[in-house]
């Protein structure tokens, strides 16, 4: 199930990295007092009682600014606008209502979004209260007062964006096609790849990177199986944009990996991996999504017997985090191994979906603490109880031990590594949440 997406727009130096920064909780946003200074949207996972989604941190909008900056900060919250499913519409009580804002709730009203206006830096409810009424003349709904630096109005505002949130945001239920999300770099191919598997120039392929601005779903049809592929705008390093909107196409991807369940990184066989690559592929991996490493132009790189492994060990050692992916080189011009692109999806979505009995899985655990002596510390050793599997893609076990301190993140890695090694789970992440228990129980 994908997360809904919300976005917080208003015109520059409202608060809304401060707001971001409150409810992400952590000081991810740049905060400044100088109108303009947030240029990056930054993303976040957020969870308010039982509803998770993912914050959109945009820059302001200037309506009428001819200043260059301000003018493509209003063309990347366009593309937040577009991408959300709320909006919350965030003002300034000190600077009241100005016409700028009009002109944003004019934009938000054309996009026909669920929207929250939101008054920032009320300080105090009692003697601000008829400042933030002023606001009702936007006629976009009621007002809610925030104080986004003191946390003050937060829940009610997150109760009243709960409501307005979508059950599921993302595919109908009924849809069981494999969805397939294609990211990585800009001009890697992705484009000429999803071009190759549809039969057709349908997305545009260029040379000049970052061509493909929006998230272009396309279905194949491959052996009586619909498959549907979502093809992504590149993902490029911040010290290598050039064109602002670029900034933003994270959002895309972030959106497109929600929506998939399997992730095709595709890499620059002539650049080869590189830490843009890891932070690309870590989109994926904290989502819990099928990974397959596609090492794209293969048919350019010079080879002998050991380019193919020496190429694959440097991609393990980069993308250390995803030693379950599975790796395939290809060639977007020639077609080559493309056949198997299909054949490794449908093994990752078995991977994803497969389940394993309680009774198996506590033979292995069994086994493997006899092999493996759980840590101590202090004269008290871990004991591990219990194991079940709780949930599909991805797969989620749930570990009960008499200590969650004494649990080290090694030997959890151990445990699933035993997993592994008698179910496969190829191409997958496994999820692993323990619990601590009495002995008594």
């Known amino acids: 199930m994908s997360k809904p997406i919300i976005a917080i727009v208003g015109r520059p130096n409202v608060g809304k990295s401060t707001l971001f920064n409150v409810l992400a909780g952590d000081r991810i946003s740049i905060v400044q007092d100088t109108p303009g200074v947030t240029r990056d949207r930054i993303y976040a996972d957020c969870e308010w009682l039982d509803r998770s989604f993912t914050l959109i941190d945009t820059g302001g909008i200037e309506p009428d600014s001819r200043d260059v900056i301000l003018s493509q900060m209003r063309e990347q919250a366009q593309i937040a606008i577009d991408t959300a499913d709320l909006i919350l519409f965030l003002t300034d009580v000190r600077e009241g209502l100005v016409d700028a804002d009009s002109k944003v709730a004019d934009m938000l009203r054309r996009a026909g979004k669920p929207v929250l206006l939101v008054v920032n830096k009320v300080d105090s409810f009692e003697k601000m209260m008829p400042d933030v009424y002023e606001f009702y003349n936007l006629g976009i709904g009621d007002p809610i007062p925030i104080s986004a630096a003191s946390r003050l109005g937060l829940g009610d505002m997150l109760e009243a964006a709960a409501e307005l949130l979508p059950v599921r945001a993302g595919e109908n239920e009924t ?20 071009n190759k598997l549809i039969g057709e120039d349908r997305v545009i392929v260029s040379d000049v990177a970052g061509t493909t601005r929006d998230a272009v779903d396309s279905t194949v049809r491959y052996n009586k199986k619909e498959y549907v592929f979502i093809d992504t705008a590149g993902l490029r390093r911040k010290s290598h944009i050039t064109q602002e909107i670029e900034r933003y196409s994270v959002i895309r991807a972030v959106a497109a990996v929600e929506r998939a369940d399997v992730v095709m990184l595709v890499i620059d066989a002539s650049e080869g991996v590189t830490e843009q690559d890891a932070k690309i592929a870590g989109i994926a991996h904290d989502r819990g999504k099928g990974v397959l490493i596609c090492v794209n132009k293969w048919d350019i790189v010079d080879k002998d017997e050991r380019t193919m492994k020496d190429m694959e060990k440097r991609i393990r050692e980069v993308l250390s985090f995803l030693p379950y992916a599975e790796v395939l080189f290809i060639s977007a011009v020639t077609g080559q191994r493309f056949f198997r692109i299909y054949e490794i999806i449908d093994r990752i979505m078995a991977s994803q979906t497969m389940r394993i009995g309680t009774g ?82």
């Not at 294609?182 to 999803?194: D, E, L, M, R, T």
């Not at 959890?412 to 323990?434: A, C, Q, S, W």
């Open 175 to 194: 849809d069981d096609r494999p969805r397939i999300a294609i990211i990585g770099k800009p001009n890697v191919g992705k484009s000429s790849i999803v």
């Open 360 to 441: 198996v899985l506590n033979e292995i655990m069994a086994e493997a603490v006899s092999m493996k002596q759980p840590p101590s510390d202090k004269g008290k050793r871990l004991k591990l109880f219990y194991i079940t599997q709780v949930g599909i893609k991805p797969p989620t076990f749930v570990i009960f031990v008499n200590s969650k301190e004494l649990m080290h993140f090694s030997y959890t890695r151990y445990i699933e590594n035993r997993i592994r090694d008698t179910f496969g789970f190829k191409g997958t992440p496994l999820k692993f949440i323990i619990r601590e228990r009495s002995e008594e129980k």
